[in-house]
């Protein structure tokens, strides 16, 4: 006879706890292998969701930067215009102010000059007078003779 049992071994402890965790290892692998698939199928429908909305959002993003754009050209070139017709009525304005002031010398000079011209006839005749008056007084004088008292 065999020393053999013929009755199936029996695990010991630390076999079985071996199994147990080789089970739960197992079934632990295959549930994370079903929450990877689902997690791939799950990002996979939002992605698909996500890129018409991406789409658009990145379309009306650029219509507005070009909206944008434009009206900032447009304000630019209004400013820009606005500048130059003001430099415009300035230099006009300019202009005027010089042309009157030109006029208003011009006419000073000529009020100058008549009455500068006056003022020489005015002194010629004063002088004239007091020339004819001085010689007459010298002719009196010489016409009458001095007495002595």
């Known amino acids: 006879m065999s020393d053999k049992a013929t009755k199936p071994e029996e ?9 147990a965790i080789e089970e739960l290892w197992d079934g ?10 689902a997690a791939e199928d799950k990002y996979e429908d939002l992605t698909k969701k996500a890129a018409p909305a991406k789409k658009a959002a990145t379309r009306k993003v650029a219509a507005a930067k070009r909206t944008v754009k434009a009206k900032a050209e ?29 006029e208003v010398k011009e006419k000073a000079d ?5 009455i500068t011209t006056k003022a020489k006839k005015a002194a010629g005749d004063v ?22 008292k």
Do not use: L, N
Request: aromatic letters at 2%; glycine letters at 2%; charged letters at 45%.
């Open 127 to 148: 002088k004239a007078k007091a020339d004819k008056k001085a010689k007459a007084v010298t002719a009196k004088a010489k016409a009458k003779p001095v007495t002595a």
């Open 74 to 102: 447009t304000a630019t070139t209004k400013a820009k215009t606005a500048a130059k017709e003001t430099k415009a009525k300035a230099e006009t304005k300019v202009k005027e102010a010089k042309a009157k002031v030109a």
């Open 11 to 19: 695990k010991g402890f630390f076999e079985k706890v071996k199994d």
């Open 110 to 114: 000529a009020k100058a000059k008549d």
């Open 28 to 37: 632990t692998k295959d549930t994370a292998e079903d929450i990877k698939e």
